[in-house]
């Protein structure tokens, strides 16, 4: 059994992960899994990462936006789509496995079938669908549990293969463009297993657990029913496993952007690899916000954004010039031909946040918030 350093075992993740060396789109998307979209340009940046083939016109194509691990939205590749649901044990019609919403039964086709017949036809904004809905004589009180905000009728079809969104940042609904195939749901999850440990490995079967969604039980029974023969590495004494080879010529790049909800920082529940345990809660929030982040000579250093030609960086405490310098030339190739203008900033220049306005609580939470 070896070992390695974090910095070798953040190299070795970076390669996996097709940071160093690019691959095609749709490889990208393939091998980590899909793209977590709680950003909807987040799984855009990850492939401006990652793929060789990235264009700021037709990144989406051959992509679909579904929920898949976690109960997440991610973006998968079209031709993987009864995969993600697969494992997820969606099968079935509407009414086998419907869940409610308040919606009744003898309603569920009858609007599914209006739905898909106006996606089909270009209709595919939620407001537009519902408008589409109410003139076909959808009743008043269906309106609001058909197009529920936590999910309605819509989420149901998507996670039966019935629609799709789509991959990009319009937020909008169209039918899937090819079948889905469907399969045992124990052999997709045990699929996506193997899929992590080759490409987010070395890692814990506890990592692995938490990125996918399944119990640690549940990933160590799969990983034995599958016959997968999990290598063994350690790093600062901790056991890790992974499949295939390590790359003997895997380096450290000396500056990596990752976008947000980035699949390299949702891999693992141990964020050591690249992360101080003081700067986590610049990485993540208390709400669950998984923020861009830049990587600099292996350890996470600040967060950037870009709005408009600003790349803003936030560092988690001041860096060197030569930090700066780096971090700022990595920027411009990211970007090259937007002609951006790079910013370094601390936690203390940005604004105070705003106040919270009770006034926008229903009554009965101002009423115990108050005086």
Request: charged share 25%; with cysteine; hydrophobic share 40%.
């Amino acid at each position: 059994m070896t070992s390695l350093t974090k910095k070798e075992l953040l190299a070795q993740s970076l390669a996996r992960h097709h940071v160093p060396q690019r691959a095609s789109r749709l490889q990208v998307v393939s091998d980590l899994c899909g793209l977590q979209a709680q950003f909807a340009t987040g799984p855009r940046e990850a492939l401006r990462i990652r793929a060789r083939d990235y264009a700021e016109d037709g990144w989406d194509r051959g992509l679909v936006k579904i929920w898949s691990h976690r109960g997440t939205i991610h973006v998968v590749p079209a031709s993987e789509l009864g995969l993600h649901l697969s494992a997820r044990g969606n099968t079935g019609s509407l009414t086998e496995a419907w869940h409610g919403w308040g919606i009744p039964l003898n309603e569920v086709e009858r609007w599914a079938d209006v739905i898909r017949e106006r996606a089909a036809a270009g209709m595919g904004e939620r407001e537009e669908l519902k408008r589409a809905c109410v003139a076909a004589g959808m009743a008043p009180e269906l309106v609001p549990r058909i197009f529920n905000g936590w999910g309605g009728l819509l989420k149901e079809m998507c996670d039966r293969g019935m629609l799709v969104y789509e991959a990009g940042t319009s937020k909008r609904f169209t039918l899937p463009p090819e079948e889905p195939v469907w399969m045992p749901r124990d052999e997709a999850r045990a699929m996506f297993v193997r899929r992590y440990f080759e490409h987010f490995g070395p890692a814990t079967i506890a990592d692995c657990a938490a990125f996918l969604g399944y119990p640690s039980s549940e990933v160590a029974g799969l990983v034995r029913r599958a016959g997968l023969s999990l290598r063994r590495v350690t790093c600062d004494g901790i056991e890790l496993f992974y499949l295939g080879d390590l790359d003997p010529e895997a380096r450290m790049p000396g500056c990596v952007y990752l976008a947000g909800f980035d699949q390299l920082v949702l891999g693992y529940r141990n964020r050591s690899r690249f992360a101080r345990t003081e700067d986590l809660p610049h990485i993540t929030n208390r709400a669950g916000i998984v923020f861009p982040i830049v990587l600099y000579r292996g350890r996470a250093c600040a967060r950037w954004k870009l709005v408009g030609k600003r790349l803003s960086i936030t560092e988690f405490r001041p860096l060197s010039q030569t930090a700066r310098d780096a971090i700022a030339a990595r920027g411009r190739r990211l970007f090259a031909g937007r002609r951006i203008v790079v910013g370094f900033q601390t936690e203390a220049d940005l604004p105070a946040p705003k106040p919270f306005n009770l006034e926008t609580l229903p009554s009965a939470l101002r009423g115990s918030s108050e005086g």
